[in-house]
């Protein structure tokens, strides 16, 4: 196996945990530089080297830089995961290309829209009542797609617990603060959040980087923030 070298760029948001929990499943050791959003250390230079697009995560391995959450779960595995403990290898069919379908499902749908979710029910700046409508309703449709594959395997590739898990899960577990989802409309994605929310990887991986606030306090922020946004009237900022 190759010898990892490998500095993750991260602070405590979905997309980071994804890289947290792969590097603590495969039992790799790694530096951590948190990169503060509060204080968009993301766009500044020194970060850009690793990341052009201005987002977390990153990981740099020796001279090898890697961003965007999907590229860098695909070369941690495939570099080092050659146990095959939480990936597909790509002649292990249909594990493989459900693994990779599932994952760029996460990429291009569940992630951005939940995130637009996120974003017009707290934090966008005048109320629409039509974006939160249209990315809330996305998202729920989304999450029906993956209720029913769900029912029909344990994880999402098939039998096994891999990447495609890792990075859907990420996004789930925050749902029910960040857009006020409950699981329990979606009964097989609460049985499999609730499977993976007991790794010891998983928990591990949640104190990487310690948050600067407690996740309660966190539910409470959004909360207000929700609760303010609904109480907007856009007449006061005209
Ligand atoms: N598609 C990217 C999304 C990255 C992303 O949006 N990261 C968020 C944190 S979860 C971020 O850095 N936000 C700060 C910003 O937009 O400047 C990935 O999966 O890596």
Not at 63 to 72: D, L, M, Q
Not at 103 to 115: E, V
Not at 220 to 236: F, G, L, S, T
Request: with cysteine.
């Amino acid at each position: 196996m190759a010898t990892p070298d490998i500095t993750l760029y991260t602070w405590p948001t979905p997309n980071g945990l994804k890289i947290s929990i792969v590097l603590e499943e495969l039992g790799l050791p790694y530096k951590v530089r948190p990169v503060n959003l509060e204080s968009r250390e993301q766009k500044e230079r020194w970060f850009l080297k690793f990341n052009p697009n201005g987002r977390l995560p990153a990981i740099t391995d020796g001279n090898t830089r890697v961003f965007e959450s999907g590229a860098i779960m695909l070369y941690l595995t495939g570099r080092y995961d050659t146990a095959r403990k939480i990936s597909y290898a790509p002649e292990d069919l249909p594990g493989y290309t459900e693994q990779l379908s599932w994952l760029m499902w996460q990429m291009g749908g569940l992630g951005p829209m939940q995130g637009q979710a996120h974003h017009f029910q707290g934090f966008a700046p005048v109320r629409s009542d039509w974006g939160i409508q249209r990315y809330t309703d996305e998202a729920k449709r989304l999450y029906s797609v993956l209720e029913a594959r769900l029912q029909e395997v344990p994880y999402l590739a098939g039998e096994k617990f891999s990447i495609a898990d890792i990075a859907c899960y990420c996004w789930v577990r925050v749902s029910p603060n960040i857009i006020a989802f409950n699981l329990g409309d979606w009964p097989a994605v609460q049985r499999w959040h609730d499977r993976i929310m007991e790794r010891e990887a998983v928990k591990t991986a949640l104190r990487v980087p310690e948050a600067p606030i407690t996740e309660a306090q966190f539910t409470i922020i959004v909360a207000q923030k929700r609760k303010e946004m609904m109480e907007r009237n856009n007449a006061d900022l005209h």
